[in-house]
């Protein structure tokens, strides 16, 4: 089988040493359109006056694709995906014809659902695909129609949306799962950018080619992996973050992958040189969204970002553009962070609409690795500044959850797996212990940079700092359930969960209420709770 793989591979391989013609006609509604970005992934040449464009191309990246105009929207390839891309299927020194159909549609008002990090993978024992289709996919359903009364929406899928450690084991590659989604009647159309489990895992040895050649079923399925689209007023791109390189010994744990599926953060020149070309199409004045999967900057506890000084590079191409919004996935960690020195770019960085990989045991609710609720986030981009909204699968509208660490400390010293945990990893957070008496933890998922929270005991302010200990509700949901005395969990579960934005302080007292609140740059107080303690711990906490 691997031989096969391999094999097939190989034939994947772009060749350079041949260039053939590849042209046709974009049309909308049946009429020709004029001016509309083409593109192999390398160059851009535009529709003349007839709707037909023709290019010399190498078909190094294997696609051909168009920058949808706005006011239009591609014809659909199935109930999901807009054909505003095609295979390049001929050798490269032959001659082949792609025609783009177009429909009109007012963008006027629009809005997107984003979703990241679905990690379908059809396994059973998660029973991933059965849960989406029973809890979250109703919340989308409900989400888009309300949207829909408004003007069109759209879908961002910002990367894992397979996982390749699986594709093999189950039969779920990202073909599969498109399929699946489809067949389920997703109500939107999806864009989609790629991320790290996205490849094929059977991919491995080709050097500098594996990247290309392991994307082989994401291509077929989504199109490109750099890509721009125009929707109303704005410009979106979808940029590649992720170099796939798939070194080391094969997973035998795992049917066909042949490697250790890792992989490097940062962005291909010709992917960077692509991007350039298409900014040159952009007036200064459009507001532009990026997509990616890894985010540009993380700013959080033991979470990726891009290596070093690729960030910078991106900044540099959008020399002359007041302010890029950046949605990105990847870290299963809700954060808003600070851009620092890249003071012309805002990033969103969302939570895992999987929770943590669908793993959560049964009767335990499913969270991100901040222990934010498995949620998805929806933009209007109606708005003059966006304002990606938090939506909870569970409908918790609250982006907060409040600790009493007097009663956590009291679960973990009486659960028997808390004990173990205690055991076998001492180092970790033992809440149990008379140090963290009088605590209060408190996690803000909606924390954003400039904002200020402030703890008062009877109206008398405690001492607040951001905290590096353990998330509680983490550890007993996705860490503790898998102990036993002579049975240590996952090295995946046993990284230090600890969160960007969780803040502590301790009160004087075990008994008296302790009052959150939340305030922007400005004084204005954006949220306010009242902890009457003593609060019970458990894993039912929202």
Known sequence: MRGLILAAAVMLLPVFAQAGVVKGKVTADGKPLAGVQVSDGRQIVLTNSRGRYKMVTDKADSVVFITTPSGYRAE???????????????APGKREVHDFRLTAEPQDAYSVIFITDCHFAGDPSRKDLQTFEDTVLPVIRGEYEAAAAKGPVYTI??????????????????????????GLGYPTPIYSVTGNHDNDGAITGLGEATDFVSAWNYRHTWGPACYSVNIGKDHWIFMDTVVYLNEGAPDARHKNINGQRNYECRILDKDLAWLKEDLKYVSRDTRVFLCTHVPLVNGAYHAEELLPGETEKLYEAFTGFPMVYVFSGHTHKHINTDMQQYTRMRQFIFGATSGSMWQNPEGYQPIGSDSCNQSFNVLDCSAAEPAPRYVAVNGSPAMMRVYDINKVGEFYRNDPQCRIFHKLYPERSWYADPAFRNMIYVNYWGYAPGQKVEMFENGKPLAVKKSKLDEPLYVITYITPKLTADSKASKSAMKDRKTPHSFVATASTATAPVTIRVTDASGKVLHEETLIRPKTFNKDIQ
């Open 157 to 182: 899928n910002l990367g894992d949306f397979s996982h390749d450690r699986y594709w093999y084991d189950f039969g779920l590659n990202e073909y599969a799962a498109e399929q699946y989604l489809a």
């Open 76 to 90: 659909m390839i199935d109930a999901v995906r807009p054909g505003f891309w095609q295979l390049l299927t001929n």
